[in-house]
């Protein structure tokens, strides 16, 4: 046993100090991003913010309406393999804007393999709750072979011995948050995490020394948190409850006459395992809960709201996009105990 004695943070630890800027208008702040991706030896360019592979959130139509804006999605993998194959085929100009998910089970190796025999796919992520086994790093090295000149994304993790361990198996971004998401209990259940923030700032540090990239996934729920895990280097971030109760989501219910809202799980939760596995395995315990969230219209104007705030950092700090915000990002730590800007 030892104890690590510095403190680490989460988003809601700091603020961005600002700084003098030359910008003559928040419109002219440049939100899209040209990133290599060191093994694919392919550029990504995009607004790098991703709908998360949740089955609530990770949806086709949520893909048909992030495309728009230049953003990304990684579908969840529960969609039957005729539905991908058609969606990947027939709306190629949306497919483009999604990784294709699976984890690493045989099962998912199986499906991808077929569903590879009709589609070229580009983008792929491996998603697994724990990052930290040996049998996953030995998947992502085998993913790596197969498709040597594809985007590979994979995940999670949060120290930056992992992220650099999986860029060298093979990895172009590595996805960063384990706890941190808001209908995920791993924290609860096992007491394993690690603050967002500073994981997002020591795991940028890590990946960027190797020509990697990585995804903050998790954690953000305004977009000020999407701004400081810009700020601390993270390459993307990833979604879940900000998109959640969005038209373009799945899981709509009725709350009441007249009102609508959507159910939103983590997709290690019960509800997760009972649909889609049939059942919480005996020698495991459900690592996410349920939520109802409700309608919030298009997820359009969500990503208005979110584009708006990311422009306001950036003039506020003086960088002239999101490329260099986290070169023009310094925080300032809060006392929490007397915060009343978040609200506690």
């Known amino acids: 046993m030892r104890i690590e004695e510095e403190i680490k943070l989460d988003f809601c630890d700091v603020l961005i100090r600002p700084k003098r800027s030359e910008a003559a208008s928040r419109k002219a702040i440049e939100l899209v991003r040209t990133f290599r991706c060191p093994h694919a030896g392919l550029d990504l360019t995009c607004m790098p913010v991703i709908a998360a592979n949740m089955s609530t959130t990770g949806t086709m139509d949520m893909a048909r309406a992030m495309r728009r804006e230049h953003m990304l999605v990684s579908l969840h993998k529960h969609y039957p393999l005729s539905d991908l194959a058609d969606f990947f085929i027939e709306e190629r100009d949306k497919a483009a804007a999604c990784f294709y998910t699976l984890g690493i089970t045989d099962e998912d190796k199986a499906k991808l393999k077929e569903f590879s025999k009709h589609v070229k796919l580009d983008k792929i992520c491996v998603d697994v709750a724990n990052g930290y086994s040996k049998y996953f790093v030995d998947k992502v090295k085998r993913l790596r072979e197969f498709f040597p000149n594809t985007i590979l994304m994979a995940g999670n993790v949060v120290t930056g011995d992992m992220v650099q361990e999986l860029i060298?198996?093979?990895?172009?971004?590595?996805?960063?948050?384990?706890?941190?998401?808001?209908?995920?209990?791993?924290?609860?259940?096992?007491?394993?995490g690690y603050p967002q923030l500073s994981a997002v700032?020591?795991?940028?540090?890590?990946?960027?020394?190797?020509?990697?990239?990585?995804?903050?996934?998790?954690?953000?729920?305004?977009?000020?948190?999407?701004?400081?895990?810009?700020?601390?280097?993270?390459?993307?971030?990833?979604?879940?409850?900000?998109?959640?109760?969005?038209?373009?989501?799945?899981?709509?219910?009725?709350?009441?006459?007249?009102?609508?809202?959507?159910?939103?799980?983590?997709?290690?939760?019960?509800q997760a395992q009972i649909k889609f596995n049939g059942g919480v395995k005996d020698y495991c315990a459900a690592e996410g809960k349920t939520v109802v969230v409700k309608a919030k219209g298009p997820v359009q104007d969500v990503l208005r709201d979110i584009k708006g705030g990311l422009r306001s950092t950036c003039a506020y700090v003086g960088a002239a996009g999101l490329k260099d915000l986290s070169k023009c990002t310094t925080f300032v730590k809060v006392a929490r105990t007397h915060n009343t800007v978040f609200g506690e």
């Open 201 to 270: 700032i020591e795991c940028a540090d890590a990946a960027h020394g190797l020509g990697g990239l990585i995804c903050a996934d998790g954690g953000c729920t305004t977009p000020a948190d999407i701004a400081k895990a810009f700020g601390g280097g993270a390459d993307l971030v990833m979604l879940g409850g900000m998109l959640a109760g969005t038209n373009e989501c799945e899981g709509r219910i009725n709350l009441e006459p007249g009102r609508n809202g959507f159910e939103f799980f983590g997709m290690s939760s019960k």
């Open 168 to 192: 060298l198996a093979g990895a172009d971004i590595v996805k960063i948050g384990i706890g941190s998401g808001s209908v995920c209990t791993t924290r609860l259940k096992t007491g394993v």
